[in-house]
């Protein structure tokens, strides 16, 4: 896989993945069910799918928001795959419509559609998301690009002290000259015939 082709599949995952979080959270705040683990997986799977072609190589924020809005269409139609479809007693569903509670008889209150809501969440999910991602990525480029620089910096202040670096000056060895051969002392010669002074003789 090449170096843009990488980047551009984790591009995808993290945006596939915040907008899965962000939109999971909202569609739960609005008051939609739960979703299963099945649920949740499938949206995330199309969401990265259709973010791995509209992101792009580059941070653009047209594509950026297309992918993002399609992620949260996914995300509104496809969390209550396998969701808990369960109703106490008492209770008869309606049918399948999406955000619309079911109906309970025994306090005879009628179902009421909560779409507006629900549409206003992923709406504010999307914006949320697109937001994150957007400048999260660009601060994370900034954050390269500085990393980059201090490292330049660094290598730079490295090289320089080397070169910079005073060289020792050599001490003048210590020259051995021969000593100089000792003169033997003079050799006293000896008299054989030795006596007082002459003066001295009568």
Not at 35 to 46: D, F
Not at 90 to 117: F, I, R
Not at 179 to 198: D, H, T
């Amino acid at each position: 896989m090449s170096r843009s082709r990488a980047t551009r599949v984790i591009r995808a995952s993290v945006a596939a993945s915040i907008a899965t979080f962000v939109a999971l959270f909202s569609h739960v705040a609005a008051g939609g069910a739960m979703p299963s683990w099945l649920g949740i997986a499938v949206p995330w799977v199309l969401s990265l799918a259709v973010c791995t072609v509209l992101v792009g190589r580059a941070l653009s924020l047209p594509r950026l928001g297309v992918a993002v809005v399609l992620s949260q269409l996914l995300f509104h139609l496809l969390f209550v795959l396998g969701a808990d479809s369960g109703a106490p007693a008492g209770t008869v569903a309606t049918g399948h419509v999406h955000g619309l509670p079911v109906l309970d008889l025994s306090t005879g209150a009628t179902p009421v559609a909560a779409d507006l809501s629900m549409w206003f969440a992923h709406l504010a999910a999307a914006v949320l998301t697109v937001a994150a991602l957007y400048r999260g990525e660009r601060l994370v480029i900034r954050l390269g690009v500085l990393a980059r620089e201090l490292l330049a910096w660094v290598r730079r202040r490295i090289l320089s002290g080397v070169v910079r670096l005073p060289a020792v000056a050599e001490r003048p060895g210590i020259v051995c000259t021969p000593a100089a051969p000792l003169r033997s002392a003079p050799v006293v010669s000896l008299v054989r015939r030795r006596g007082p002074p002459l003066s001295f003789v009568v």
